[in-house]
């Protein structure tokens, strides 16, 4: 049981380093690239499922991560940057983090698409990303 809470507290420690100090590449070609991919992404996303276009429409805003890699061997952790929309137009980028503990081994990547129902909800996650960034 020790080592579960000693899991624990390393996992409050070292989870916020995850997600950095910022939610845009560094670069003007990374920020361009992951445009790019997010692009790319939607379209794979539409094509596969007809349903995600009227989701985007009916929303305010999403956030587009067009590749999430997770994975861990008793601690996990996972880490993503995405693209982020308002009424289809680009204002910005976030990333995703996340940390884990327990029963896992392996790895794997996937896509995530997070719509806002309305300006509320797209300005409180707009509000955790730039305090995320602000704190790095």
């Known amino acids: 049981m020790a080592w579960m809470r000693r899991g624990a507290i390393v996992l409050v420690l070292v989870g916020p380093l995850l997600n950095g100090c910022s939610t845009a590449p560094v670069t003007q070609e990374g920020r361009d690239e992951l445009v790019q991919q997010a692009?790319?992404?939607?379209?794979?996303?539409?094509?596969?499922?007809?349903?995600?276009?009227?989701?985007?429409?009916?929303g305010y805003g999403y956030a587009l991560f067009p590749?999430?890699?997770?994975?861990?061997?008793?601690?996990?952790?996972g880490y993503g940057q995405g693209v982020v929309y308002a009424q289809g137009q680009?204002?910005?980028y976030a990333s995703l983090a996340q940390?884990?503990?327990?029963?896992?081994?392996?790895?794997?990547?996937?896509?995530?698409?997070?719509v806002f129902e309305n300006k509320a909800a797209l300005?409180?996650?707009?509000?955790?990303?730039?305090?995320?960034?602000a704190a790095g």
């Open 90 to 92: 680009h204002i910005g």
């Open 67 to 77: 590749e999430v890699t997770k994975g861990g061997l008793v601690f996990g952790g």
């Open 123 to 133: 300005d409180r996650f707009t509000s955790l990303t730039r305090r995320s960034a």
């Open 99 to 114: 940390a884990s503990f327990g029963l896992q081994v392996g790895g794997h990547t996937y896509r995530e698409l997070i």
């Open 39 to 58: 692009m790319a992404t939607m379209k794979q996303m539409r094509a596969g499922d007809p349903g995600v276009d009227s989701l985007i429409r009916r």
